[in-house]
């Protein structure tokens, strides 16, 4: 039986600012039928992405985080995502929302990484009404990195 | 009750290639006393209690890029040993760390703080002419987001 390594607080740190700290991050909502899975490309999750009836992406710049000595986790405070099915519309449908990061260059302009990062799979779908909204409250930490020694 | 999303293949490996893969990490031993140096202490203060002597030498390596194992649902690079042999006298520790560190031309800079701690209770004593092999495997696959 293996020995973990215990992480340290510099570690999570480390993690947090080479993956999360300054890039932009985006909350998609999609309707999978079933094809897609943690493996597909932002690409293929991006051609289901949900549109029209009010829909937008939520995206946010992730601050630089501190660590945290409750809960022994590098995280960043939660991150409140509106979702908003427009009045006149026909309201939105998903059963799905992933999380995409993105780098931000010269210009403040974007390049989202080809892969997703987080997937959220909803069962049964959630179906929002003409004006309804619906928030997803997104924390990023760092906590789990082992090492077996 | 929050949720949690899953982690992707693409993010293990982002996070994995970002922050381990291509980078130095040394695995030394070291003797604290009364809890210190801690999790929290800085590599600085763990190589101040770094064992020397007695046939010991710290383990370097340089980290492999690694691949995603869909058995265990991580990223990981292949287990890297490393032995140690007492000489002359026996060689001690109660504490292996681990540091990673930047390689820059022949140039290593080793991170302010050491990013893994392993404590031994009681302490290892090897008698001279005896090793040890640490097994070592860094993966990443505990990232969370809740939502």
New interface residues.
Partial sequence: M??A???????T???FA??YAGKKAR?CLAVNTGALG??S?TAQWDAVELAGNGYARYEWTVPSGSYNSATERFEVP?QLCEFSASSGGAGLNWNT?Y?V?GTIGGGGAVTW?????????ESPNIVLSPGEPRS?????????????? | MPAAMLQTPHEADRLFAGVYAGKKARLCLATTTSGSPNLSSNTAAWDAVERSGSGYARCEWTIPAGSFNTTTDRFEAGTYNCTFTASGSALTWNAAYLVIGTISGSTVTWGTGVSFVLTKSPSISLAAGLSRIYTVQLFTDGFTVTA
Avoid: Q
Wanted: net charge negative.
């Fill in positions: 293996p020995a390594m215990i992480l340290t607080p510099f570690e740190g480390r993690l080479n993956s909350l943690p493996a490309t939660a929302a999380l990061i990484n080809t892969g997703v990062s987080f997937v959220l799979p997803y409250n997104v924390l990023l930490f760092t906590d789990g990195f082992l090492v077996t020694a």
